[in-house]
């Protein structure tokens, strides 16, 4: 990962993605930069992503709720200003929101499992 100098973001200027998930869509809104990525994604009401998840990440919750799947069958609630964090590789997850939801989310190099 590569130094950042000050960056500011407009949101409202980065286009938005379509994602299907097993249930449902979600839409991105990624930003790119050297082994760092940082998305607003938001769940639409009944999103199920449609794979486990083996990836860190930073995630905070926005706006609704949203559960955590671990593949050990641990499920976690978020709602709007609670987060998450976990290293790449540390565990299997998916999300579902029944009523849908908006969030942060940060990963990059600095998840990797060391």
């Known amino acids: 990962m590569q130094n950042i100098p000050f960056t500011t973001i407009d949101w409202t200027s980065i286009p938005k993605t379509e994602h299907k998930g097993e249930t449902s869509t979600s839409y991105w809104q ?3 930069l050297s082994g760092l990525r940082i998305r607003i994604v938001e769940y639409l009401p009944g999103y199920l992503a449609d794979h486990w998840c083996e ?3 930073v995630v905070h919750c926005l706006e609704g709720d949203f559960i955590t799947e671990l593949r050990t069958g641990e499920k976690t ?3 709007k200003g609670e987060s ?3 290293s790449d590789e540390l565990s299997s997850h998916r999300s579902y929101s029944e009523h849908g939801t908006k969030l942060l989310i940060v ?3 600095f998840l990797k499992k060391v």
Do not use: F, M, N, P
């Open 30 to 32: 990624t930003i790119q």
């Open 55 to 57: 990836k860190g990440h």
């Open 84 to 86: 998450y964090a976990v």
């Open 107 to 109: 990963d990059g190099d």
């Open 77 to 79: 609630k978020l709602k």
